[in-house]
């Protein structure tokens, strides 16, 4: 399943009732849980469909950031259990699952404007490990379908990378 890019409208923190230990109390905690609205990028302007979710990365959002998650009410469930949480109210709505940084938040990103490809303009390559040509083929046969997916999620992560230039600095 497909990402949904959201919109944040809001943000609220979440004050956990917990015991924190004297070791604890100094340091800056990374996640924090908070209670999100956001709306679908592509409802914006068209209706008022707003969300309010949990999400433990509420330290990244604030209002206007663009983000991308599940969206647990149009996905199509196979687990009789899992519809019924879904129907009793149980599930979410949304999964919040990342922040988008930089140039993956334009809009014209996923069109591929602006002449020629972004893979030409890129100047840095991702190295990759040497894969055993057994394994590869096993790998191939079990999936049963081609590597379109594939293909998409290591475009998508390459956009990732062009728009973050910290995680890029990282990397090799």
């Keep these: 399943s497909r990402f949904t ?9 979440v004050v956990l009732d ?25 409802d914006l302007g068209v209706n008022d469909d707003q969300t309010t ?5 509420g330290y990244l959002l604030k209002a206007g950031d663009v983000c991308v998650g599940y969206d647990l009410r149009t996905v199509q469930l196979v687990d009789e259990d899992a519809e019924s949480m879904r ?9 919040i699952v990342k922040k988008l940084y930089g140039a993956a938040t334009a809009a014209d990103l996923d069109t591929g404007e602006g ?3 972004k893979q030409e303009k890129r100047i840095w390559k991702l190295q990759r490990l040497d894969v055993d040509v057994a394994e590869d083929l ?10 379109d997916g ?17 995680m890029r600095a ?3």
């Design 87 to 95: 129907e009793k109210g149980l599930l979410p709505d949304v999964v």
């Design 18 to 42: 917990t015991h924190t230990s004297q070791r604890k109390i100094g340091h800056r905690v990374k996640q924090r849980v908070a209670l999100v609205t956001v709306a679908r990028e592509c």
């Design 138 to 147: 096993k790998a191939k046969k079990g999936k049963g379908k081609g590597d």
């Design 5 to 13: 890019r959201y919109i944040v409208l809001g943000k609220e923190a």
């Design 170 to 172: 990282a990397i090799n």
């Design 115 to 117: 002449g020629g490809s």
């Design 53 to 57: 979710v949990t999400t433990n990365i």
């Design 150 to 166: 594939d293909d998409m999620d290591e475009e998508d992560f390459y956009r990732e990378m062009d728009a973050d230039k910290e």
